[in-house]
């Protein structure tokens, strides 16, 4: 996991200093911004996987399943029955504490820039 974790971090703070490397003028507070934006796009996207994994989304998705094959006329296969909390498979507990990093990064930024 933390392997992972610190993978993620790297990828979001790569990320940071190729979108500062295009915008010429270097400043800090351009890095809490692109930090905090980049963080919290990748909370949510953490956040979205979490509901999609706990089960919340399956009978939606399975009734959008049904519907759909109906409208096009298809049969059901053997992936017809699974549900969407099985088919999401990306471990989202990595993804939001990597984006809380960047987040706190973000903070202690934002304090450095106002003392």
């Known amino acids: 996991?933390?392997?992972r974790l610190l993978i993620y971090c790297m990828i979001q703070e790569i990320f940071i200093v190729l979108m500062m490397l295009l915008q010429q003028p270097f400043s800090l507070f351009q890095y809490i911004n692109l930090s905090f934006y980049?963080?919290?796009?990748?909370f949510i996207i953490g956040l979205l996987v979490y509901i999609m994994r706990s089960g919340f989304l399956?009978?939606?998705?399975?009734?959008?399943r049904k519907v759909s094959r109906k409208f096009k006329g298809e049969e059901d296969n053997e992936?017809?029955?699974?549900?969407l909390s099985e088919l999401v498979g990306i471990p989202y507990l990595d993804i939001i504490f990597s984006s809380l990093i960047i987040l706190a990064s973000s903070l202690v930024a934002l304090l450095i820039y106002y003392l």
Not at 38 to 42: D, S
């Open 1 to 3: 996991m933390f392997k």
């Open 38 to 42: 980049i963080g919290f796009f990748t």
């Open 58 to 64: 399956d009978r939606v998705h399975d009734g959008f």
């Open 79 to 83: 992936f017809s029955d699974t549900p």
